[in-house]
């Protein structure tokens, strides 16, 4: 599976956007790129996903870079409640069983 | 909105003993999984099934594992015989297809100790 690169943590202010980076460079061209995130003591919770083009949900926006070796989540206003580890992971057609697998993810902290 | 609902919440069990972790997926999905995570580490995949058979399984899921969908709503994680090692949280997800477009949904998980 292809490899995705995260920073380990970063911060925000509250009201404030956050835009979470995610490096993707083996990606191939049938790959998603899905964003779940986990906030604590709970399992982990689907936010959105794209293949090449920008996404957009209630949740958040996706930009993928025109060459799909990164992407970027988008907060628009970070929020308390957004507090929680952000995993960035590939999903292609040939993930044995469908499985997710997560790495370390980004941990985000939103201050008051 | 429609969840994914795990039960007992908390599970504590004296090791070598038998335990049982139950899920109830999102109605209308056919695809589902069991996810382990181990205080302070990643989530690890231990299984997928469909149409009652498994689809795909890690290393950890070895024998002591087994997965069951015992009727139309419920799917299953047993341990056979528990070890101090799964002491984690243990999570169902399924989802509505097997693409890999389609996102899966998590319950909140059941905390597992062994004592």
């Known amino acids: 599976d292809a490899k995705t690169t995260q920073p380990n943590s970063m911060e925000s202010n509250e009201e404030e956007p956050v835009h979470l980076p995610c490096n993707h460079s083996t990606i191939s061209g049938t790959d998603y790129i899905h964003w779940y995130r986990q906030l604590p003591s709970q399992g982990p919770e689907y936010v959105i996903h794209g293949l090449t083009s920008n996404v957009n949900n209630r949740m958040a926006s996706l930009a993928i870079a025109e060459d799909r070796k990164s992407s970027t989540l988008i907060l628009h206003r970070a929020t308390l409640r957004d507090a929680a580890v952000y995993y960035c992971?590939?999903?292609?057609?040939?993930?044995?069983?469908?499985?997710?697998?997560f790495g370390g993810g980004t941990r985000l902290m939103v201050k008051p | 909105e429609p969840e994914v609902t795990q039960t007992p919440s908390h599970q504590v069990t004296q090791m070598g003993q038998e335990v049982i972790l139950r899920c109830v997926p999102i109605?209308?999905?056919?695809?589902f999984y069991w996810y382990r995570q181990i205080l302070g580490q990643k989530v690890e995949f231990l299984v997928s099934?469909?149409?009652?058979?498994?689809?795909?399984k890690s290393e950890i899921f070895d024998d002591q594992f087994s997965v069951e969908r015992p009727d139309g709503s419920n799917f299953t994680l047993k341990i056979r015989s528990t070890k101090l090692e799964d002491s984690a949280m243990y999570f169902c997800a399924s989802s509505e297809g097997e693409s890999s477009s389609q996102p899966q949904h998590f319950g909140d998980g059941t905390r597992l100790s062994i004592l």
């Open positions: 099934f469909y149409n009652n058979e498994i689809s795909e």
């Open positions: 992971i590939l999903r292609g057609p040939h993930n044995a069983g469908n499985m997710l697998t």
């Open positions: 109605s209308n999905h056919l695809y």
